[in-house]
């Protein structure tokens, strides 16, 4: 007779990857507050949040 309740386990594998993104989405929480209160001029916030649109200090994307 069973418990009716299952036991069956997702792989190890599964379960790292699982944790690691939700650090990576938490990390991401955290960085965009500090980003939104790190007291930046609005152009500074522009040119930071722009860095896809060849705007930045980075410079240009290679698709650009
Ligand atoms: C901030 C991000 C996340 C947090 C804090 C979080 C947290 C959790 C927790 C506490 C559980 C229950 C674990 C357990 O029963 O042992 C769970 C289960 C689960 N999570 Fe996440 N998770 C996050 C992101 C994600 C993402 C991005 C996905 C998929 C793309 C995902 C898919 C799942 C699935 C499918 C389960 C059910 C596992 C099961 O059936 O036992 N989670 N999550």
Redesign the pocket.
Known sequence: MGTGVSARR?SVVAILL?WT??LC??ALVGLGLVMAHAGLTPMRQFQLSSSTKGTSRWGSPCWS
């Open positions: 997702y699982h993104s939700a989405v938490l």
